[in-house]
Structure formats: C-alpha cells, structure tokens
C-alpha cells in the first residue's frame, strides 16, 4: 500500500467527512469514494476510522452544527425508545449517534443479546412490526444478523433505519472495552439518557 502525502490525506478526509455528513455514506465506503472522486487509485493507504472521526466533526461544527443537534437529538430519541422496548435483550446502542456525531442521514445500530437468536424475531412478529432481516458489520468486523425497521421522528425529513443486531446472550464480554481514546464504544439506556442531559458538546 502507498502512504499518503500530508496534504492528500487531508483533501481526502475532508471528502469523505462531507460524503458522512451529506450523503450519510459509512465510513469505510465514504473514504473509497472519496480516493476514487480523487483520482487516488486503489492501492493508497486509507486514513483510519478515528482520523475521519475528527474530520467529521470539524465538517458538522463549520457547515451544520445546529441542524445536526437536532437530528443527533431526534435520533437519540428514537434508539432509546427501542432501547425501552427491548430491555429484556440488553441493548447497548454505538456508531454515530452514541457518539455524537450522527446527522439525519444516519442509520440507528443496537446490539441485541439473546438467549435464543430467534427471540428478538419473535418479539417483533408479536408486536407486528415490519422488518427486514440482512446483516451488518459488527463491533469485531464479523458479519452480524440483523432485523431492519423503519421508524420516524417528527423532527426529521426522512424515516430512520435502525438495525437491531443478533448477538449471543455472552458476546457482551468486551463490548464495552475503551476504544483507542479511552471512549466507551457503546453504551445501555442509562448511559444514553446520561448522554442526552448532558450540556452540549459534553455528550460525544
């Protein structure tokens, strides 16, 4: 792989962080767009995950700070009330809106941890709730089976994707292991509560 100049590895962050924040692209897939929007070819090294971090953050606080403290609040909202309805499964919430950086655009993902893998299933089924089963990248970077539904918020344009992840009743062992910042890396409903009280800009 070629190492990035300096000032390349910053015109491609700076493109990746609009395509996060604009176009609500995942981090992985914003990054290849931006080498290829470019012309960076497909051997470059990538910046990584927390490098973006940054430059999203930078993005939101010149383009758009208080449109995405309205979405990130909304979006809170939202996971919370299913974070409430399905307690008996231990959900942890992470990504953008745990940390504080999720804009309109972004989808909800919730870690799921069940005795039986069908149960969360079930509990949709019960309560007649659409959802689309798939799966999604987990915390380790393994695929994980997922439901999909679709919710709304009154103060957001577009309905919100929230993906509730199937884990085992045991695969919360290092979920909640600091991350290279010392950051929690997702948090229970106390901890998002606890967030979303806190003054602005203490909550990320």
Same mark, same amino acid.
């Given at each position: 792989m070629k190492a990035l100049r300096d000032d390349a590895a910053a015109d491609l962050l700076a493109v990746a962080a609009r395509l996060v924040v604009e176009d609500g692209l995942e981090y992985g897939p914003a990054k290849q767009r931006a080498a +290829?929007? =470019?012309?960076l070819g497909a051997r470059v090294a990538l910046p990584d995950? !927390? $490098? =973006?971090? *940054? $430059? #999203? +953050?930078e993005h939101i606080a010149i383009f758009c700070p208080e449109e995405q403290a309205r979405a990130l609040q909304a979006l809170r909202e939202v996971a919370l009330k299913w974070m409430e309805r399905v307690a008996d499964f231990r959900p942890m919430v992470g990504g953008a809106v745990w940390h504080g /950086? $999720? /804009? *309109?655009?972004s989808d909800i993902y919730l870690q799921l941890f069940c005795d039986d893998p069908k149960a969360a299933e079930w509990r949709l089924l019960d309560r007649q709730v659409d959802y689309h089963p798939g799966t999604v990248t987990g915390w380790r970077g393994e695929p994980v089976d997922a439901l999909t539904v679709r919710d709304r918020h009154p103060d957001l344009v577009h309905p #919100? !994707? !929230?993906h509730l992840m199937i884990h085992d009743r045991d695969d919360d062992r290092g979920a909640l292991r600091p991350d290279a910042l010392g950051r929690a890396p997702r948090g229970d409903a $106390?901890? !998002?509560r606890a967030r979303m009280a806190a003054p602005a800009g203490a909550s990320s």
């Amino acid at each position: 792989m070629k190492a990035l100049r300096d000032d390349a590895a910053a015109d491609l962050l700076a493109v990746a962080a609009r395509l996060v924040v604009e176009d609500g692209l995942e981090y992985g897939p914003a990054k290849q767009r931006a080498a +290829r929007q =470019l012309g960076l070819g497909a051997r470059v090294a990538l910046p990584d995950n !927390l $490098a =973006l971090e *940054e $430059a #999203v +953050r930078e993005h939101i606080a010149i383009f758009c700070p208080e449109e995405q403290a309205r979405a990130l609040q909304a979006l809170r909202e939202v996971a919370l009330k299913w974070m409430e309805r399905v307690a008996d499964f231990r959900p942890m919430v992470g990504g953008a809106v745990w940390h504080g /950086t $999720a /804009t *309109e655009h972004s989808d909800i993902y919730l870690q799921l941890f069940c005795d039986d893998p069908k149960a969360a299933e079930w509990r949709l089924l019960d309560r007649q709730v659409d959802y689309h089963p798939g799966t999604v990248t987990g915390w380790r970077g393994e695929p994980v089976d997922a439901l999909t539904v679709r919710d709304r918020h009154p103060d957001l344009v577009h309905p #919100v !994707l !929230l993906h509730l992840m199937i884990h085992d009743r045991d695969d919360d062992r290092g979920a909640l292991r600091p991350d290279a910042l010392g950051r929690a890396p997702r948090g229970d409903a $106390a901890a !998002l509560r606890a967030r979303m009280a806190a003054p602005a800009g203490a909550s990320s």
